[in-house]
């Protein structure tokens, strides 16, 4: 059973803007802070936003003033806002439970994002 897709990836040059979606099964999504994670090439998967139930966002000092988190409850959807995206910011994304509150769930496939210089 699949409970967590990611989508909305892609290339992007430097300066940039994608907006990633996250569907997430009712059991991780209900009453649960969710995150946005990511993976580069190489390196330990990071936390780079977080939200709470209810709606209180929290970011990564990399991506503050650059990212939006936002969910929609009632589609059980997390969303990423990526604006002047830099070259560093190239990995795979990941949607999950924020870990520093509840137990993750089993991980979904990821989405790519890639920004060029």
């Known amino acids: 059973q699949v409970q967590l897709v990611e989508s909305g990836g892609g290339l992007v040059q430097a300066g940039g803007s994608l907006r990633l979606s996250c569907a997430a099964s009712?059991?991780?999504?209900?009453?649960?802070?969710m995150a946005w994670y990511r993976q580069a090439p190489g390196k330990p998967r990071e936390l780079v936003a977080g939200v709470s139930h209810t709606g209180n966002p929290n970011y990564a000092d990399s991506v503050k003033g650059r990212f939006t988190i936002s969910r929609d409850n009632a589609k059980n959807t997390v969303y990423l806002q990526m604006k002047s995206l830099k070259p560093e910011d190239t990995a795979v994304y990941y949607c999950?439970?924020?870990?520093?509150?509840?137990?993750?769930?089993?991980w979904g496939q990821g989405t790519q994002v890639t920004v060029s210089s």
């Open positions: 999950n439970t924020d870990q520093r509150r509840t137990s993750l769930g089993d």
């Open positions: 009712r059991s991780i999504f209900d009453f649960n802070a």
